[in-house]
């Protein structure tokens, strides 16, 4: 296998407002990547249209997740943050993608049975091919490193399974061309930290999503401070106050999801944080946690809200954003061009 450079890639769909789930886990961990290796930050605007979106909305949301992007401390020139639609060769590879990857495959993305629903034949086209987009997304820059939730676990197994299909197919071709064996790194996923998965507020046994009809299953990042408060007043708890050892937490998934809130708001363990409130009841870590939440989150959220109230600002960082990762990303798309044998001009 060929060296390949650290690089770390991630996208957010542009799609309804941005929830305590998001910022913890994948936002608040892309920042911290920034520290370890070059990264490409990516609003998956082709992706949010694999279900129908409101135009004018779809374009404000592009600008929010931005802004959110920036506000929590993600730097625009360190770091290349754009729209994946202004950069054609996400969409470009992922038609080559879609002759390497195998209907079979595809066939068991659990994520499309999902959305997709009982009416499978009224899905989009887009929504099935869904994967195949997102591995073009991280292979178009040949990223190592992909940090995202639990639940993306199998489409970047299927990333990592069209690569290697990709150079073993074209084994030959990648060596022809100077490519050394192997093509496209085998990307690894980077799944973790004390908030991979943040439930709801209202069941800890299901993640906390957009999509739940109740707002109090979530903290949205543009909640202020009363509204933060009596949400996680709200939150479903168990009647048993908070255990000393985080083995305590099996089984109580709502105490579970708290603690590991606090733990990845504060940036601790949730041993460090049982260590301080074990014995406590629920009523006095909810204090506790209110007060941290608002502390952390309200000034996230008055910088987005200076952001997005300059849409000419945010659209020059997705400019530039996106120009610096075409900068990439086309070098890629002419070799996989030579590699599978079309003729291109320039050569
Ligand atoms: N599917 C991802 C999600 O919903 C978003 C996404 C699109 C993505 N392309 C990506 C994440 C590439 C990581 C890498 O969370």
């Known amino acids: 296998m060929a060296a390949f450079k ?47 979106q409101n135009p004018a909305e779809l374009r404000t949301q592009i600008r929010e997740v931005t ?46 049975k999902d959305k997709a629903g009982k009416d499978r034949e009224n899905a989009s086209v887009g929504l099935y091919d869904y994967p195949v987009l997102m591995a073009a997304d991280i292979l178009a820059y ?19 399974d069209i690569a290697q299909k990709f150079n073993t197919d074209f084994a030959e071709s990648i060596e022809a061309h100077g490519h050394g064996e192997g093509f496209f790194p085998i990307t690894e996923p980077l799944i973790g930290g004390p908030a991979a998965r943040v439930m709801s507020l209202r069941d800890g046994t299901k993640k906390m999503s957009k999509s739940d009809p109740s707002d109090y299953s979530r903290i ?24 000393s050892e985080a083995a305590g937490l099996n089984g109580r998934p709502e105490a579970d999801n708290l603690v590991g809130i606090f733990a990845a708001l504060r940036g601790a363990t949730r041993e460090a944080v049982l260590a301080e409130y074990g014995g406590a009841q629920f009523s006095a870590f909810k204090g506790a946690l209110v007060e941290l939440a608002v502390e952390s989150l309200s000034p996230l959220s008055a910088e987005m809200k200076r952001l997005v109230a300059d849409p000419a600002h945010i659209d020059a960082v997705l400019a530039d954003g996106s120009e610096r990762a075409a900068a990439i990303a086309a070098p890629t798309l002419d070799a996989v061009k030579d590699i599978v044998g079309f003729v291109r001009r320039g050569r």
Not at 230 to 237: D, E, I
């Open 6 to 52: 650290k690089l770390v890639f991630s996208g957010v769909q542009p799609t309804g407002n941005l929830h305590l789930g998001n910022y913890l886990g994948a936002i608040k961990r892309f920042v911290e990547m920034q520290e370890r290796a070059d990264c490409l930050y990516c609003v998956v605007d082709l992706h949010a249209i694999t279900l129908w």
């Open 67 to 112: 802004a959110a992007f920036i506000a929590a401390g993600i730097d625009p020139k360190r770091s290349i943050v754009f729209n994946q639609s202004q950069v054609p060769q996400h969409a470009e590879l992922a038609w080559i993608f879609n002759c390497v990857a195998r209907l079979g495959w595809l066939n068991r993305m659990t994520q499309f």
């Open 142 to 160: 040949r990223a190592t490193h992909v940090p995202v939730g639990e639940d993306q676990k199998q489409h970047l197994e299927l990333t990592r």
């Open 220 to 243: 949205n990042l543009t909640d202020d401070a009363d509204a933060i408060a009596q949400k996680v007043r709200k939150a479903k708890t168990d009647p048993e106050p908070l255990p």
